[in-house]
């Protein structure tokens, strides 16, 4: 697949204080702009589109003139990343999506950081944003749409990994996918990249395999569960437009410097297709001194 993941909005409901698009909340884009990027998206050959943000469901209008769009341009896939808080009492939009889903694959992926409301509460910086979500989920999974997870695994939540899996399971997600924090410098929330790794391995045995996926761990690191490093089910090529006038055509996070691998990963099998770890967590990955798969 080649997609297209469209920023429509840095606005949000929550204030999670780990969010990697924090230091761009000041940024607009208009709808128009945001239609120019999709028709060059599939210019490009884009088949897949992935509204992310912020929170997209602050914008419905957005979402449903985005995807009739991208409907009539032949996108095969879209993916709407959000808290839930849109979805939990937008009947409008929620049945809009249930429609849309019934000829074209629509996937919703929610972030969710605990099995509490006092821990996702917490860590959203929103008190009731809990209990939107779950509300949010139980909408979706009553529609053809395709519900997906993300958990960002941080000292709050660490040790709850299992009770966070189970509380999904009642949705049957087709992906939960638990990621490494992503920081350009650590805060109390910070969890090694060991210690995030051996939660995730935790899963195995509650999880099936085939739904359990990772962000920003390698396959080295996964060893007899490399079938969960996620980026392996990401699409081939990424183009990105998070501002305006700024579309990024075939974009990948090594050539960014968002990510690191060692100088001997070229001597892995795997080493085409693994993307490395965040660059943050590099050093700790260093010291590791992990050898190459085969």
């Known amino acids: 697949m080649h997609c297209l993941n469209l920023k429509i909005t840095y606005d949000c409901t ?9 230091y761009m909340k000041d940024i607009s884009i208009s709808l128009k702009n945001l239609k120019n990027a999709v028709y060059q998206g599939s210019m490009n050959g884009c088949n897949e589109l992935v509204l992310s943000g912020g929170e997209p469901t602050l914008y419905p209008e957005y979402i449903m003139e985005l995807l009739s769009m991208a409907n009539q341009l032949e996108y095969k896939k879209f993916i709407i990343q959000t808290n839930g808080s849109g979805l939990s009492n937008n009947k409008q939009l929620v049945s809009f999506l249930d429609e849309k889903a019934q000829n074209t694959e629509v996937c919703l992926s929610f972030s969710v950081h605990g099995h509490l409301p006092e ?15 779950i509300r949010a989920m139980g909408n979706i999974a009553k529609t053809h749409c395709h519900i997906y997870t993300n ?18 399971q009642q949705y049957n997600p087709e992906i939960m996918q638990f990621s490494i924090m992503h920081l350009k410098e650590k805060s109390l929330l910070s969890v090694s990249l060991t210690d995030s790794v051996n939660a995730i391995k935790e899963l195995k045995g509650i999880v099936d395999l085939d739904v359990l996926k990772t962000e920003g761990v390698p396959y080295c690191l996964l060893y007899g569960m490399e079938q969960c490093v996620g980026e392996s089910a990401w699409p081939s090529t990424l183009d990105l437009y998070n ?35 965040w660059t943050e967590h590099f050093k700790e990955f260093s010291d590791m001194k992990i050898r190459p798969i085969g």
């Open 14 to 22: 929550n204030h999670c204080s780990f969010c990697f698009s924090n």
């Open 119 to 133: 821990i996702h509460d917490d860590l959203s910086g929103n008190h009731g944003a809990f209990d939107s979500l």
């Open 151 to 168: 958990t960002v695994i941080n000292s709050k939540n660490s040790m709850y990994l299992k009770e966070i899996a189970k509380l999904l």
């Open 243 to 277: 501002k305006e006038n700024d579309y990024m055509k075939d974009f990948r996070q090594l050539d960014y410097g968002m990510r690191n691998k060692m100088e001997n990963c070229d001597k892995c099998i795997l080493d085409k297709i693994c993307m490395g770890v």
